[in-house]
């Protein structure tokens, strides 16, 4: 059986898996899926598997057949070279919850376990497209993304990627880590506005006709690093299986138990992985969706409604300063069965009028699988102070979102199902939330990565050091309207 890729609005012929990576996204603004079952997995014969072999068995299941062995070399790449702490993944005991450690990568960041695979992908779909022109990356970032994509693709042959941030919405660490990105095909771009106006843009790009001329003019063409390429979700659905196997083949829960998953969740491509992952096998009771003080997705799972009529905060979580979570659409396609004419009525509401509301029926299958929390800026401050205290583990501002809403959820529902954290950045990527956290004062980035580290004994990650001393060598910045105006100018320099 071929597997092919379909949009969720329906407007588009389905997709094989190499021209899927490539295109990014559908050409009728919606985002592709499998147009095949999902393959169940033998979770015993996964338990025994590293990290590496592990990615794919998972992975194969989304390929051509005569694609595995390609697949293999791909992940031996991504994580078999030392760039990831050893095993790639570590699984902690940490009070009442496990923690599954993301972010052991070359960014601090969960990113990376999904962007060091993406560029594989990629070279792999252009040789077997035989595409002989230019790939141009575009990737819009809350800050995380930007740097794994950059470090992802640096150099990589036959492409060249654009990274656009906005310039107040990304903590002082990673937009140090994306200025300073070396490479002779990266550039970095700060935006005067929010992540949304920047995904906005970069979704904007992939459907405008203008854009497209002037790519064939030049030999180029466009693709995403975003969570929206299907390439992205993919690998994301590895760490599910692999932190059920720690837990089984540590003996703190036995083959077949159910596990609950709490995923601090912006743009929901995280979260939804591990959806896949129920839906391939994994004994999953709850997901519990953890949001900051944007917490349109709270509101979604609660009512139904996704309202984007709400004003939009800057917070110490800024990775989830998200209103458009983009990933949501593959979920609502989901639990309408693949409904596209639904889904193109929905997001077309979205577009035109700001709001979509689903049905009592689709709220009521999405409740029975997820629940939703959110937490302000001072609950951040306080679970990260109040772990480290009980525990002496020290959490990230993301990660103590979801600390904070599971707390909530176990105390609303007395729920006993072991619980697993996904933890998605280095507490050392946002050092001045963490400091105050831990200290009532406040100091600069630098000042309080040593702090904390002299504190704490938390080892700060090798990707972060030397950071200050980095040369700067992006400092472009360009007004939100301008960014397709941009990437056109870009596409004629080929």
């Given at each position: 059986?071929?597997?092919?890729?379909?949009?969720?609005?329906?407007?588009?012929?389905?997709?094989?898996?190499?021209?899927?990576?490539?295109?990014?996204?559908?050409?009728?603004?919606?985002?592709?899926?499998?147009?095949?079952?999902?393959?169940?997995?033998?979770?015993?014969?996964?338990?025994?598997?590293?990290?590496?072999?592990?990615?794919?068995?998972?992975?194969?299941?989304?390929?051509?057949?005569?694609?595995?062995?390609?697949?293999?070399?791909?992940?031996?790449?991504?994580?078999?070279?030392?760039?990831?702490?050893?095993?790639?993944?570590?699984?902690?005991?940490?009070?009442?919850?496990?923690?599954?450690?993301?972010?052991?990568?070359?960014?601090?960041?969960?990113?990376?376990?999904?962007?060091?695979?993406?560029?594989?992908?990629?070279?792999?779909?252009?040789?077997?497209?035989?595409?002989?022109?230019?790939?141009?990356?575009?990737?819009?970032?809350?800050?995380?993304?930007?740097?794994?994509?950059?470090?992802?693709?640096?150099?990589?042959?036959?492409?060249?990627?654009?990274?656009?941030?906005?310039?107040?919405?990304?903590?002082?660490?990673?937009?140090?880590?994306?200025?300073?990105?070396?490479?002779?095909?990266?550039?970095?771009?700060?935006?005067?506005?929010?992540?949304?106006?920047?995904?906005?843009?970069?979704?904007?790009?992939?459907?405008?006709?203008?854009?497209?001329?002037?790519?064939?003019?030049?030999?180029?063409?466009?693709?995403?690093?975003?969570?929206?390429?299907?390439?992205?979700?993919?690998?994301?659905?590895?760490?599910?299986?692999?932190?059920?196997?720690?837990?089984?083949?540590?003996?703190?829960?036995?083959?077949?138990?159910?596990?609950?998953?709490?995923?601090?969740?912006?743009?929901?491509?995280?979260?939804?992985?591990?959806?896949?992952?129920?839906?391939?096998?994994?004994?999953?009771?709850?997901?519990?969706?953890?949001?900051?003080?944007?917490?349109?997705?709270?509101?979604?799972?609660?009512?139904?409604?996704?309202?984007?009529?709400?004003?939009?905060?800057?917070?110490?979580?800024?990775?989830?300063?998200?209103?458009?979570?983009?990933?949501?659409?593959?979920?609502?396609?989901?639990?309408?069965?693949?409904n596209s004419e639904k889904v193109d009525q929905f997001y077309k509401s979205l577009s035109d009028?700001?709001?979509?509301?689903?049905?009592?029926?689709?709220?009521?299958?999405?409740?029975?699988?997820?629940?939703?929390?959110?937490?302000?800026?001072?609950?951040?401050?306080?679970?990260?102070?109040?772990?480290?205290?009980?525990?002496?583990?020290?959490?990230?501002?993301?990660?103590?979102?979801?600390?904070?809403?599971?707390?909530?959820?176990?105390?609303?529902t007395g729920d006993k199902t072991p619980n697993v954290l996904l933890a998605t950045a280095s507490?050392?990527?946002?050092?001045?939330?963490?400091?105050?956290?831990?200290?009532?004062?406040?100091?600069?980035?630098?000042?309080?990565?040593?702090?904390?580290?002299?504190?704490?004994?938390?080892?700060?990650?090798?990707?972060?050091?030397?950071?200050?001393?980095?040369?700067?060598?992006?400092?472009?910045?360009?007004?939100?309207?301008?960014?397709?105006?941009?990437?056109?100018?870009?596409?004629?320099?080929?």
């Open positions: 059986m071929e597997k092919l890729y379909k949009s969720t609005r329906g407007h588009q012929k389905p997709l094989d898996f190499y021209t899927s990576i490539l295109q990014g996204i559908a050409d009728d603004g919606g985002l592709l899926v499998p147009d095949f079952p999902f393959e169940k997995k033998d979770l015993n014969a996964l338990l025994s598997l590293n990290y590496v072999d592990l990615a794919t068995e998972v992975i194969k299941a989304f390929v051509p057949e005569d694609a595995v062995e390609d697949i293999r070399k791909a992940c031996q790449g991504a994580y078999d070279t030392g760039l990831f702490k050893e095993g790639v993944v570590p699984v902690e005991k940490v009070g009442n919850t496990f923690v599954t450690e993301l972010f052991q990568g070359p960014t601090a960041a969960f990113k990376d376990l999904a962007l060091s695979l993406l560029p594989r992908f990629m070279t792999l779909s252009l040789k077997k497209k035989g595409e002989e022109r230019e790939v141009m990356i575009l990737a819009a970032t809350s800050g995380d993304t930007g740097k794994a994509a950059l470090e992802g693709f640096k150099d990589v042959e036959g492409t060249c990627i654009k990274v656009f941030y906005p310039i107040d919405g990304v903590s002082a660490i990673q937009k140090r880590q994306m200025v300073t990105t070396t490479g002779k095909n990266v550039e970095v771009i700060g935006i005067e506005g929010n992540f949304d106006d920047a995904q906005t843009a970069v979704k904007k790009a992939f459907a405008s006709k203008e854009l497209k001329d002037l790519c064939d003019q030049h030999h180029v063409f466009l693709s995403s690093a975003n969570s929206i390429n299907i390439g992205r979700l993919i690998p994301q659905i590895v760490y599910y299986f692999h932190s059920y196997s720690v837990l089984v083949n540590r003996g703190e829960i036995k083959l077949g138990d159910q596990v609950n998953f709490t995923v601090p969740s912006g743009n929901f491509g995280d979260c939804l992985a591990g959806w896949i992952a129920k839906n391939m096998g994994l004994p999953v009771n709850k997901f519990i969706v953890a949001s900051n003080k944007n917490n349109i997705l709270t509101d979604f799972f609660k009512t139904g409604v996704y309202d984007t009529h709400r004003e939009f905060y800057k917070t110490n979580a800024p990775a989830m300063d998200i209103l458009v979570s983009s990933n949501l659409e593959r979920l609502v396609w989901f639990m309408v069965d693949g009028e700001g709001v979509y509301r689903v049905d009592e029926e689709t709220l009521a299958r999405i409740q029975k699988e997820f629940v939703a929390g959110c937490q302000s800026e001072e609950q951040v401050l306080e679970n990260i102070k109040d772990c480290y205290d009980k525990t002496h583990y020290l959490l990230d501002t993301h990660t103590a979102v979801g600390y904070g809403v599971y707390n909530e959820y176990v105390k609303e507490p050392y990527k946002f050092p001045e939330s963490v400091y105050e956290a831990l200290t009532e004062k406040k100091t600069d980035v630098f000042t309080a990565i040593d702090a904390l580290n002299e504190m704490t004994d938390v080892e700060i990650p090798y990707p972060l050091k030397g950071l200050k001393e980095r040369e700067t060598l992006h400092e472009g910045v360009i007004a939100k309207d301008h960014i397709l105006s941009f990437i056109g100018e870009r596409i004629k320099e080929f």
